[in-house]
């Protein structure tokens, strides 16, 4: 892909060009991963969750079966007792 020029905006904001936004599948929301290493910064896409962190262990899948069957039930938890339930 040819390089491309972009100006940073008063607020740090840069714009990402139509050819590589598009190039790289890029939707308005996406998030992008940003480091900076030798004087070059580099922007990544990047998911909340990568696809290998996606797989749970069978206690989990458990747990998480258990939890969508009490949402349907109308049973709820709070947030603090399911994150100590995952043992997180």
Known sequence: MPTVVSRIGQRRQVVIPKRVFDALKLRAGD??????EGGRLQMRPKRLVDIGDERVTASEAVKVRRGEAEIKAGHSQSWRTVKDELGR
């Open 31 to 36: 998030f992008v991963e940003v480091s900076a």
